[in-house]
């Protein structure tokens, strides 16, 4: 009996020896990876702290180049038979640079179906705001990383349910599981 408790103790040793040697050399090799799960399983305890603020009174215009007074309003206008459109469309070149209209943490980012390359990130007062269409997304941005209005975070495309449109950025606001018009709050930059 002693002799299968030492090698089953000295198993775990070497266990735990290689995984503490492992994960040195993974820190030491991939410490943006290392980042961005910390970030991740903090993000709850920020989203809280975002939640007791009160929410952004102006959003900076997210798409470089563009001016608020160039913007066509498309808030509910029709979409397909069943729906209306839950945001501003702000058309401009592919490629153009989108940033972050406010402060707050990326909450998702991923491809869905109408939105094709999307991301929600949520702002103060909970807010979530909706970028989609996007032809690509910034290197390095990730869910949980904190961003500001100086964030690129992706580029105008036309992904999604908009392949067959101009490119431009499909901007959505929500507070709770409400639809906001983010028009009146956009700013220039």
């Excluded at 735990?16 to 991740?40: C, D, L, M, N, W």
């Excluded at 839950?86 to 989108?98: L, S």
């Excluded at 961003?147 to 490119?167: F, L, M, R, S």
Aim: charged share 15%.
């Amino acid at each position: 009996m002693p002799k299968k408790l030492f090698i089953i103790c000295g198993l775990f040793l070497i266990c735990v020896v290689g995984f503490f040697a492992f994960g040195i050399r993974y820190v030491k090799t991939h410490p943006e990876k290392i980042t961005s799960f910390i970030e991740q399983v903090t993000l709850p305890y920020k989203i809280a702290k975002l939640a007791s603020q009160e929410p952004d009174a102006t959003i900076l215009m997210p798409v470089y180049g563009t001016k608020v007074s160039g913007i066509t309003d498309t808030w509910g206008a029709p979409r397909g038979n069943d729906r209306t459109h839950e945001g501003q469309d702000i058309f401009a070149t592919k490629g153009t640079p989108v940033f972050s209209g406010t402060s707050g943490y990326v909450l998702y980012k991923g491809d869905v179906e109408l939105g094709g390359n999307a991301m929600y990130i949520i702002g103060s007062g909970a807010r979530r705001y909706y970028y989609a269409h996007l032809d690509r997304f910034a290197d390095g941005i990730h869910i949980g990383q904190s961003v500001t209005p100086d964030t690129v975070i992706g580029y105008v495309g036309n992904t999604g349910n908009a392949e067959t449109t101009p490119p431009h950025l499909h901007f959505g606001m929500y507070a709770h599981r409400e639809a906001l018009n983010p028009l009146p709050l956009l700013v220039n930059r």
